[in-house]
Protein backbone atom coordinates (compact mmCIF):
# COMPACT_ATOMS: atom_id res chain seq x y z
CA UNK A 1 0.00 0.00 0.00
CA UNK A 2 1.55 3.28 -0.82
CA UNK A 3 1.45 6.11 1.21
CA UNK A 4 -0.82 9.35 0.06
CA UNK A 5 0.33 12.12 -1.32
CA UNK A 6 -0.12 15.78 -1.73
CA UNK A 7 -1.55 17.13 -4.75
CA UNK A 8 0.28 19.80 -5.48
CA UNK A 9 3.73 17.97 -4.83
CA UNK A 10 2.20 14.64 -7.29
CA UNK A 11 1.71 17.40 -9.97
CA UNK A 12 4.75 18.79 -9.62
CA UNK A 13 6.95 15.55 -9.61
CA UNK A 14 5.37 13.98 -12.43
CA UNK A 15 6.30 17.19 -14.28
CA UNK A 16 2.98 18.49 -14.64
CA UNK A 17 3.47 21.53 -13.68
CA UNK A 18 7.41 22.98 -13.98
CA UNK A 19 7.29 24.25 -10.30
CA UNK A 20 5.04 23.05 -6.98
CA UNK A 21 4.22 26.44 -6.71
CA UNK A 22 2.49 26.50 -10.05
CA UNK A 23 0.66 23.41 -9.02
CA UNK A 24 0.11 25.03 -5.84
CA UNK A 25 -1.50 28.46 -7.64
CA UNK A 26 -3.55 26.19 -10.16
CA UNK A 27 -5.04 23.85 -7.22
CA UNK A 28 -6.31 27.59 -5.85
CA UNK A 29 -7.29 28.71 -8.76
CA UNK A 30 -9.78 25.71 -8.97
CA UNK A 31 -7.87 24.56 -12.01
CA UNK A 32 -7.69 21.11 -10.55
CA UNK A 33 -10.25 18.48 -9.58
CA UNK A 34 -9.82 15.22 -8.04
CA UNK A 35 -12.75 12.52 -9.25
CA UNK A 36 -14.68 15.92 -10.16
CA UNK A 37 -14.26 17.53 -7.60
CA UNK A 38 -12.37 21.12 -6.76
CA UNK A 39 -9.87 20.33 -4.01
CA UNK A 40 -6.66 22.70 -2.12
CA UNK A 41 -3.08 21.96 -2.76
CA UNK A 42 -2.95 19.80 0.83
CA UNK A 43 -5.55 17.20 -0.54
CA UNK A 44 -4.12 13.73 -0.33
CA UNK A 45 -3.75 11.86 -4.02
CA UNK A 46 -3.46 7.59 -3.55
CA UNK A 47 -3.49 5.49 -6.56
CA UNK A 48 -6.98 4.80 -8.24
CA UNK A 49 -7.91 8.62 -8.39
CA UNK A 50 -8.37 10.47 -11.14
CA UNK A 51 -7.25 14.14 -11.54
CA UNK A 52 -8.40 16.41 -14.32
CA UNK A 53 -5.89 19.71 -14.80
CA UNK A 54 -6.93 22.19 -16.64
CA UNK A 55 -3.73 23.35 -18.48
CA UNK A 56 -4.06 26.03 -21.49
CA UNK A 57 -7.30 26.45 -21.57
CA UNK A 58 -7.81 22.46 -22.23
CA UNK A 59 -8.47 19.46 -19.80
CA UNK A 60 -5.90 16.97 -19.37
CA UNK A 61 -7.53 13.64 -17.25
CA UNK A 62 -4.89 11.92 -15.46
CA UNK A 63 -5.05 8.43 -13.22
CA UNK A 64 -2.81 7.94 -10.08
CA UNK A 65 -0.96 4.89 -10.84
CA UNK A 66 1.98 5.35 -8.16
CA UNK A 67 2.39 7.92 -5.21
CA UNK A 68 5.58 10.04 -6.03
CA UNK A 69 7.24 12.80 -3.24
CA UNK A 70 10.23 13.94 -5.40
CA UNK A 71 10.80 15.00 -8.96
CA UNK A 72 11.97 12.15 -11.28
CA UNK A 73 13.07 11.92 -14.90
CA UNK A 74 10.33 12.10 -17.57
CA UNK A 75 10.17 8.23 -18.55
CA UNK A 76 10.08 7.67 -14.41
CA UNK A 77 7.56 9.86 -14.36
CA UNK A 78 4.78 8.59 -17.60
CA UNK A 79 5.04 5.22 -15.19
CA UNK A 80 3.20 7.22 -12.21
CA UNK A 81 -0.15 8.20 -14.17
CA UNK A 82 -2.64 6.79 -16.67
CA UNK A 83 -3.07 9.51 -19.67
CA UNK A 84 -6.89 9.50 -20.29
CA UNK A 85 -6.77 12.90 -22.15
CA UNK A 86 -8.98 12.47 -25.29
CA UNK A 87 -7.21 13.99 -28.36
CA UNK A 88 -7.68 16.98 -29.26
CA UNK A 89 -9.50 17.70 -32.59
CA UNK A 90 -6.90 19.89 -35.01
CA UNK A 91 -8.24 23.73 -35.32
CA UNK A 92 -8.40 25.17 -38.88
CA UNK A 93 -7.23 28.46 -39.05
CA UNK A 94 -9.88 29.39 -41.54
CA UNK A 95 -9.93 33.06 -42.89
CA UNK A 96 -6.85 33.95 -40.69
CA UNK A 97 -4.72 36.97 -42.28
CA UNK A 98 -1.20 38.27 -41.65
CA UNK A 99 -1.23 41.33 -39.08
CA UNK A 100 -0.88 44.54 -40.46
CA UNK A 101 -2.20 43.14 -43.95
CA UNK A 102 -5.17 45.92 -44.28
CA UNK A 103 -8.63 45.10 -44.81
CA UNK A 104 -9.86 42.51 -47.34
CA UNK A 105 -10.38 43.53 -50.72
CA UNK A 106 -14.08 42.11 -51.92
CA UNK A 107 -12.95 39.03 -53.43
CA UNK A 108 -10.69 38.33 -50.13
CA UNK A 109 -14.02 38.98 -47.97
CA UNK A 110 -16.14 35.77 -50.23
CA UNK A 111 -12.94 33.63 -50.19
CA UNK A 112 -12.83 33.83 -46.41
CA UNK A 113 -17.05 33.69 -46.29
CA UNK A 114 -16.99 30.52 -48.41
CA UNK A 115 -14.19 28.85 -45.84
CA UNK A 116 -16.44 29.36 -42.94
CA UNK A 117 -19.07 28.08 -44.65
CA UNK A 118 -21.02 31.44 -45.52
CA UNK A 119 -22.89 31.82 -48.84
CA UNK A 120 -22.37 35.64 -48.67
CA UNK A 121 -25.99 36.43 -48.97
CA UNK A 122 -27.59 38.73 -46.07
CA UNK A 123 -30.82 37.26 -44.62
Not at 41 to 48: D, T
Not at 59 to 84: F, H, M, N, S, W
Request: charged share 35%; with cysteine.
Amino acid sequence: METPVRVDSWLWAVRVYKTRSAATTACRAGHVRLNGVKIKAAQMVKPGDELRVRISGFDRILAVRQTLTKRVGAPVAALAYDERTPPREPQAALGLRDRGAGRPTKRERRDIDKLRGRDGLAE
